[in-house]
Nanobody
């Protein structure tokens, strides 16, 4: 499995960015995918997640501003995961990571990093005031 993020960059507060995560390998086994972010010296924070049936989960800090979506093939192969980020704030500045899992764990854990077994390398998002 390989996850490759793209779409990060620098933007002013109030602006928008769309992150993409290209998935390859045995992605048909995924139960869910998610986005996490991390700033230096801090642990990874769950931002959003989506199940194979389209159910979505969001951190309170991004509800109403971020949306998560996926592009799957008809055989349920996960192709690309997206994170549309609107009304960006300086506190959204972080390295953003794409993650996936094929074990189908508790839905209550969707925004926790221990629930994910596959990770991308990350893409930096910087929001200036």
């Amino acid at each position: 499995v390989q996850l490759v993020e793209s779409g990060g960059g620098s933007v002013q507060a109030g602006g928008s960015l769309r992150l993409s995560c290209a998935a390859s390998g045995s992605t048909h086994n995924f139960y869910y995918m998610g986005w996490f972010r991390q700033t230096p010296g801090n642990s990874r924070e769950g931002v959003a997640a989506i199940d194979s049936d389209g159910t979505t989960y969001f951190a309170n800090s991004v509800k109403g501003r971020f949306t998560i979506s996926k592009d799957n093939s008809k055989d349920n192969t996960w192709n690309t995961l997206y994170l549309q980020m609107n009304s960006l704030k300086p506190e959204d500045t972080a390295m953003y990571y794409c993650a996936a899992d094929d074990r189908g764990g508790d839905i209550g854990n969707r925004l926790f990093d221990f629930a994910y077994g596959f990770w991308g390398q990350g893409t930096q998002v910087t929001v200036s005031s």
